[in-house]
T-cell receptor, first 115, second 111 residues
Framework: DTGVSQDPRHKITKRGQNVTFRCDPISEHNRLYWYRQTLGQGPEFLTYFQNEAQLEKSRLLSDRFSAERPKGSFSTLEIQRTEQGDSAMYLC?????????????FGPGTRLTVL | QKEVEQNSGPLSVPEGAIASLNCTYSDRGSQSFFWYRQYSGKSPELIMSIYSNGDKEDGRFTAQLNKASQYVSLLIRDSQPSDSATYLCALLASGTYKYIFGTGTRLKVLA
């Protein structure tokens, strides 16, 4: 079990550019989550997948954000036309998909800086 | 009202003391509660999960859950400087598989 991995670990981009992040969950984990975290705040839910289906998406997620999980394996999070306010740590987590005892585990995160 | 509330701290305790971290929540239907530790610049790391009222112990950590009072706590015995971190309380929202996090409590263990 290699844990959740994320790529890249750091991304610096200019305002208006598009960025894409990748997350590889723990193998055989059915659920995959994306969060955004800014300084002094807890992880803020963005979206989650059950296998390849995107089941819930935060109302805070603007049209510039999109996430996919083709074939129910890895996932990508794309931010189009980045803004300075998008600067944050983007965290991915996965969980086995059990009932109320389900537990999620986080990857190392991707730190995005928008100049 | 925030869904998960924590005092942001910092909570300062001397080395060897018991650190007590508290969390209240508003979702009465939630059955699953978690404590994560997060070091500066790192991602959250799961410490404990608790699903039933009462205490759950794991090494130096004890989680306590009181669903009637909508209250979760984490006790850290024999606190060490390496325990200095932000502790995040989280729950699995009822009727969904969405996790809700508090803003975290920053703990400082003084050597």
């Amino acid at each position: 079990d290699t844990g959740v991995s994320q790529d890249p670990r750091h991304k610096i981009t200019k305002r208006g550019q598009n960025v894409t992040f990748r997350c590889d969950p723990i193998s055989e984990h059915n659920r995959l989550y994306w969060y955004r975290q800014t300084l002094g705040q807890g992880p803020e839910f963005l979206t989650y997948f059950q296998n390849e289906a995107q089941l819930e998406k935060s109302r805070l997620l603007s049209d510039r954000f999109s996430a996919e999980r083709p074939k129910g394996s890895f996932s990508t999070l794309e931010i189009q036309r980045t803004e300075q306010g998008d600067s944050a740590m983007y965290l991915c987590a996965s969980s086995p998909g059990r009932g109320y005892t389900d537990t999620q585990y986080f990857g190392p995160g991707t730190r995005l800086t928008v100049l | 009202q925030k869904e998960v509330e924590q005092n942001s701290g910092p909570l300062s305790v001397p080395e060897g003391a018991i650190a007590s971290l508290n969390c209240t929540y508003s979702d009465r239907g939630s059955q699953s509660f978690f404590w994560y530790r997060q070091y500066s610049g790192k991602s959250p790391e799961l410490i404990m999960s608790i699903y039933s009222n009462g205490d759950k112990e794991d090494g130096r950590f004890t989680a306590q859950l009181n669903k009637a009072s909508q209250y979760v706590s984490l006790l850290i015995r024999d606190s060490q400087p390496s325990d200095s971190a932000t502790y995040l309380c989280a729950l699995l929202a009822s009727g969904t598989y969405k996790y809700i996090f508090g803003t975290g409590t920053r703990l400082k263990v003084l050597a």
